[in-house]
């Protein structure tokens, strides 16, 4: 969800033939100014990238991107039998998105911020924004790319994807950095892993902060899924590590990463740990995080272990690019994040929150913690995204039933799918004892949990967070849970 990522550079310029070294190919006469994958996105001067897609070939498009002015493209040999003879040069390479990264690299060569990358099934906004706030609390002026976009001081561009296609995401970081950026902490995706997005950047830091059942449509397996994640942890990618040992998965990261690393962990010991953890009555987090050569008092406004964790990933990360930790530490303080736990004020007497919580595992925490700060009773609002691993659609219908004391089952993103065929799935994860309400208008879903809510009461509205869209069969709807739950509270938009 989002709009289309664009952010480039203030100005690059390099020589065709550079590009064609890259490629291992003999060099061509001309320059390129850009680099892009996306026809409707191409600029005077472009170098255009024709892929192999799931649907279509990108050099179906060849004519489109050279009529924008494309000064060469980057494509396969069937790629380059669609485009047929034209008069721009013609790059031909086996595996086109493979060189992806590379090429990136080559034709955005100017000043880089340097890079944190995390990555881990949950809480990778959270930590990046927790980098981003520790970094600007000793004035290191550090950019965030990731789910919610690339966010730096006056820049706040959206993102279809946590982690943009090698181009784009090679240009906005040379775009940050032209604009002051120092640091980039940034979301690495297992799909960006394994198709080549992060291909060709070298990390500073990268960060591991646990893996559960998520995206088992495209790596089938949780071995495959972690060993995507894992390849941000080679010594030709990242020059050190931060690793959660609280997961099972980042245990084993941490026996075989072959870069210099620490440890975290909330529940077990680690290099670094979290003492004396309490949650005031103002949902105030407050801790005493214990490093290595150091002991920092922690207070934050996100609750929950899980954000205790991240923000020992944060400080760990931080301490590796040599901050003032005690500086840093408090800007925590005030660290929010869009879509996140995030508090719907109301006058009804009701906690309200919004959440991005869209797998079993993340539903169960966010739960637990709404739990703890909840009074009366806990009406959670749930639906699952179309398109999307089915195989979790009933365990986050289970965590949900498992936490709360009522469950409204509505639609989430149905994308292509059959609306009513998912709900149907997260049913069947319901016991038989438990009695839910499925109501697949969303709007009409929230508007129920807040009529059943009383004061003292907690409404949970989960899965989709900070977006602002609804997609159904290719079309996206304006939708914004937080607005939508304001306004069925009776605080307006």
């Known amino acids: 969800m989002g709009t289309t990522f664009e952010l480039r550079p203030i100005k690059t310029s390099t020589p065709l033939a550079n590009v064609c070294k890259v490629l291992h190919l003999p060099p061509k006469q001309g ?3 850009g680099f892009t994958l996306d026809s409707r996105a191409v600029r005077s001067g472009d170098l255009y990238a024709a892929l192999p897609g799931e649907h279509t070939h990108g050099a179906n498009f060849a004519a489109q991107a050279i009529a924008a002015g494309a000064a060469a493209i980057v494509t396969d040999m069937a790629g380059a039998q669609i485009i047929g003879d034209v008069a721009v040069p013609v790059l031909v390479v086996p595996v086109p998105r493979e060189a992806l990264g590379a090429v990136a690299n080559c034709v955005y060569s100017g000043p880089r911020p340097r890079l944190v ?5 949950n809480g990778k906004t959270t930590t990046t924004h927790g980098i981003a706030a520790v970094a600007d609390a000793v004035a290191v002026p550090t950019a965030i790319l990731g789910t919610l976009g690339v966010r730096f001081r ?3 561009t959206a993102s279809g994807r946590t982690t943009p296609e090698a181009p784009e995401l090679h240009a906005a970081l040379q775009a940050v950095a032209e604009s002051g ?8 995706s297992s799909h960006a892993l394994a198709l080549h997005r992060v291909d060709g950047l070298r990390f500073e830091v990268a960060v591991f902060l646990g893996l559960s059942q998520d995206h ?3 790596h089938h397996t949780m071995r495959e899924y972690f060993e995507a994640k894992a390849r941000l942890f080679d010594a030709r990618v990242s020059r050190r590590a931060v690793i959660n040992i609280d997961d099972a998965w980042g245990r084993e990261l941490a026996t075989r990463a072959a870069i210099p690393h620490v440890t975290y962990a909330v529940s077990t010991e680690a290099d670094w740990t979290a003492r004396d953890v309490a949650v005031g009555a103002d949902g105030i987090t407050s801790f005493t995080a214990v490093g290595p050569g150091t002991t920092v008092r922690v207070r934050m406004s996100m609750p929950g272990g899980f954000n205790v964790a991240n923000a020992l990933a944060a400080l760990a990360a931080a301490q590796l690019l040599e901050l003032d930790l005690d500086a840093a530490a408090r800007g925590l303080a ?3 994040v869009p879509g996140r736990f995030e508090f719907i004020a109301n006058d009804r007497g009701v906690a309200a929150y919004a959440d991005y919580a869209h797998t079993p595992d993340a539903v169960r925490r966010v739960l637990d913690v709404a739990r703890g700060v909840t009074r009366g009773r806990l009406i959670t609002v749930i639906g699952c995204g179309g398109d999307r691993d089915p195989v979790k659609r009933p365990l986050m219908a289970a965590a949900a039933v498992a936490a709360s004391d009522a469950v409204i089952i509505t639609d989430d993103n149905p994308r292509s799918e059959d609306p009513g065929v998912i709900r149907a799935a997260m049913l069947a994860g319901v ?3 438990h009695a839910v309400e499925e109501i697949g208008d969303r709007a009409a879903a929230i508007a129920r949990a807040v009529e059943l809510a009383r004061p003292g009461d907690c409404i949970m509205v989960l899965g989709k967070g900070h977006e602002t869209g609804q997609e159904i069969n290719g079309v996206v709807h304006p939708f914004d849970d937080r607005d939508v739950l304001r306004v069925a509270l009776g605080g307006g938009r």
């Open 154 to 156: 006056d820049i706040a």
């Open 431 to 433: 016991p038989t004892q």
């Open 31 to 33: 320059t390129v100014t």
């Open 117 to 121: 990358g995390v990555t881990g099934t």
């Open 334 to 336: 005030d660290m929010r």
């Open 216 to 218: 088992l449509d495209f």
């Open 181 to 188: 950026a120092e640091v980039a902490a940034m979301e690495v």
